[in-house]
Nanobody, 115 residues
Framework: QVQLVESGGGLVQAGGSLRLSCAAS????????MAWYRQAPGKQRDLVAA???????NYAASVKGRFTISRDNAKNTVYLQMNSLLPEDTAVYYC?????????WGRGTQVTVSS
């Protein structure tokens, strides 16, 4: 099993920044994709950003240019730097990692952006 622990969420004013972290532990062999998803109340969980083991990245159109995903393979950690935050970025942010055909999810961290 792989355990994921997210941190860095909180309350911020519009235009502010937050940095989320997600550390993986447990039976780690070869993590492929690491990603961040988010889910607002009453909405489905959507992909925010993903990064492959080789460093290729993919972003949702709504966050491109404002958010940056990165990873530290030595620490089995993925980060999400969020700048120019908007009230519509308010959601629970979940970390997900894929390893050997299995997907693992964190419990989520709340991000609230006030206008």
């Amino acid at each position: 099993q792989v355990q994921l622990v997210e941190s860095g969420g909180g309350l911020v004013q519009a235009g502010g920044s937050l940095r989320l972290s997600c550390a993986a532990s447990g039976r780690i062999f070869n993590i492929n994709v690491m990603a961040w998803y988010r889910q607002a109340p009453g909405k489905q969980r959507d992909l925010v950003a993903a990064i492959s083991s080789g460093g290729s990245t993919n972003y949702a159109a709504s966050v491109k240019g404002r958010f940056t995903i990165s990873r530290d393979n030595a620490k089995n950690t993925v980060y999400l730097q969020m700048n120019s935050l908007l009230p519509e970025d308010t959601a629970v942010y979940y970390c997900r990692v894929d390893q050997m055909g299995s997907a693992y999810w964190g419990r989520g961290t709340q991000v609230t952006v006030s206008s």
